[in-house]
């Protein structure tokens, strides 16, 4: 089956931009969604079809898709933001969604 | 606003038969697929089933399939899933997932509950 790989973990200061990876076979063929979990939390939809933003997600939370990776960025990084950070594509030899592993991210 | 509300988790014995439901509001229920996603410490986010608005269309994870079944009642506005035969594995907390298209599936997932506990230990 189809697989995402992401790093477990990021690291950034407040004020800074991070950046977390989503790596998947011909991922740039896919349509890369994102979701924020915090901890005893429901995640939520902050990017969808690689780049779109639903609303009520602030202007900070960007996403991108090229080459051989997906990346969501996060400028003017707030404590707030810390977070578990999972992408999810469909996956049509299966036809089921598949996700990352995710990717903690820590606010210095 | 949307909410999903998730019931029906706890502690059971390996073989043995949990049924959770969702009761949805906010949304015209039966416009919307909608899934069930799980989340444990030692898988991260696994996606277990969706079904489309009429149950015509069903699918399952590999993991799940021919032991859980899923369903929903358009006229109560709720979701569910039997789980049958659990093992260790199932263990997880249980969301309630609502699929970002209108009608037809976008298999992203725009809406969440809050999620149930399903403990598998004897």
């Known amino acids: 089956s189809y697989v995402l790989t992401q790093p477990p973990s990021v690291s950034v200061a407040p004020g800074q931009t991070a950046s977390i990876a989503c790596g998947g076979a011909y991922i740039e063929n896919k349509y890369v969604h994102w979701y924020q979990q915090i901890p005893g939390q429901a995640p939520i939809l902050v990017v969808y079809?690689?780049?779109d933003r639903p609303s009520g997600i602030p202007e900070r939370f960007s996403g991108s898709n090229s080459g051989s990776t997906a990346t969501l960025t996060i400028n003017r990084v707030e404590a707030g933001d810390e977070a578990g950070y999972f992408c999810q594509v469909w996956d049509g030899t299966s036809d089921h969604p598949v996700f990352g592993g995710g990717t903690k991210l820590t606010v210095l | 606003e949307v909410q999903l509300v998730e019931s029906g988790g706890g502690l059971v014995q390996p073989g043995r038969s949990l049924k959770l439901s969702c009761a949805a509001s906010g949304f015209t229920f039966d416009d919307y697929v909608m899934h069930w996603v799980r989340h444990s410490p030692g898988k991260g986010l696994e996606w277990v089933s969706s079904i489309n608005s009429n149950s015509d269309t069903i699918n399952y994870a590999d993991s799940v399939k021919g032991r859980f079944t899923i369903s929903r009642d358009n006229t109560r506005n709720s979701l569910y899933l039997q789980m049958n035969s659990l093992r260790a594995e199932d263990m997880a907390l249980y969301y309630c997932?609502?699929?970002?298209?209108?009608?037809?599936?976008?298999?992203?997932?725009?809406?969440w509950g809050q999620g149930t506990l399903v403990t598998v230990s004897s």
């Open positions: 079809d690689n780049s």
């Open positions: 997932v609502r699929d970002g298209g209108l009608i037809n599936p976008l298999y992203y997932f725009d809406y």
